[in-house]
Structures are given as structure tokens and as C-alpha cells.
């Protein structure tokens, strides 16, 4: 395959806008204050709120990274096994909460391709997570880029 050539295939195409199954995963008291505890979290009015157990104070953002085990990226098929994550983007809507469920959606927002360049020809497919609480209000989007590589650049 030439460097100009579309990695694309129909397939990939078709993945677009795919949604995975649904994981759930609880944000959980002790979960919370270990991140914050290796965040040196300096906060004393949200430490007391968090080992009280007080679901009704907003917790920081950082609390969805101790629901990633739950999180899981969807395979596209055709996509070159060289690969690095790229970027997160992280966009909260509503205000998360101790011993909220979250419902995990995963889904293939898009992929888009850079022909040529200094690393040859690359694909950036990018991933989506919708967070949605037990009140089925959306809580986040969380948005990965991951970039595959052809295994072998021809120098063109």
C-alpha cells in the first residue's frame, strides 16, 4: 500500500457511531479518598464531606477515574495494531456525587486520517464515554484520542 492510499476500509466507516454495552460502576468512599489522598487533596471541608459519606456534597471531577476499570475502549476493525493514546478531553455537565451509579457507554465518535507527515500515514480514531447517572442525568463525556500507525512507513 502506497503512502497515499486511505487506511479507512469500510468497515472502520461503519464502526462510526457504534455503541458498546453498558457498564456500570458506583462512585465509591474509599475509592474517592485514596485518589485524593495520592492527589494531596488540601481541601478540609470536601475530606470532611468524603469521610462522612456525604452524598449530597459535589465532588471534584477526579472521581470518575476511580470508575475507569468500568471504562472500555471498542475495538475497530482494520485499525493498525501500532497505536498510542493521544489526548483525554473531559467535558462535566452535572455535579458528581458519593454513591452515584454512573452507566458507562462506550461509542466510536469518529476517526480521521493524516496522509504522509513525519511519521508517516496515521489514523486518529476517536473514542466516547457518556457517564449517566441513576436519575439518567448525562454526567460527563469523556473523549480519547488514540493514533494508529502503519507498521511500516515507505519513506515517499
Known amino acids: 500500500m502506497s503512502d497515499d492510499e486511505s487506511?479507512?476500509?469500510p468497515a472502520m466507516e461503519a464502526a462510526v457511531g457504534s455503541e458498546g454495552e453498558p457498564r456500570q460502576a458506583t462512585i465509591d468512599k474509599e475509592l474517592?479518598?485514596?485518589?485524593m489522598v495520592a492527589l494531596d487533596e488540601d481541601d478540609e471541608e470536601l475530606m470532611a464531606a468524603v469521610e462522612s459519606g456525604d452524598s449530597s456534597y459535589p465532588i471534584?471531577?477526579?472521581?470518575?477515574?476511580?470508575?475507569?476499570?468500568?471504562?472500555r475502549q471498542l475495538?475497530?476493525?482494520d485499525a493498525p495494531e501500532r497505536a498510542l493514546m493521544a489526548a483525554d478531553a473531559w467535558e462535566v455537565k452535572a455535579d458528581i456525587h458519593l454513591g452515584d451509579t454512573m452507566t458507562i457507554v462506550p461509542?466510536?465518535?469518529d476517526i480521521q486520517e493524516r496522509i504522509g507527515g513525519r511519521v508517516g500515514h496515521s489514523l486518529f480514531i476517536h473514542h466516547e464515554w457518556v457517564y449517566t447517572n441513576q436519575d439518567d442525568v448525562e454526567v460527563a463525556r469523556v473523549r480519547?484520542?488514540?493514533t494508529h500507525f502503519q507498521q511500516q512507513h515507505t519513506g515517499e
Open 107 to 109: 461509542r466510536v465518535a
Open 144 to 146: 480519547r484520542t488514540v
Open 60 to 71: 471534584p471531577t477526579y472521581a470518575l477515574l476511580t470508575t475507569s476499570t468500568a471504562q
Open 75 to 77: 475495538t475497530i476493525p
Open 32 to 35: 474517592v479518598q485514596r485518589l
Open 7 to 9: 487506511l479507512i476500509t
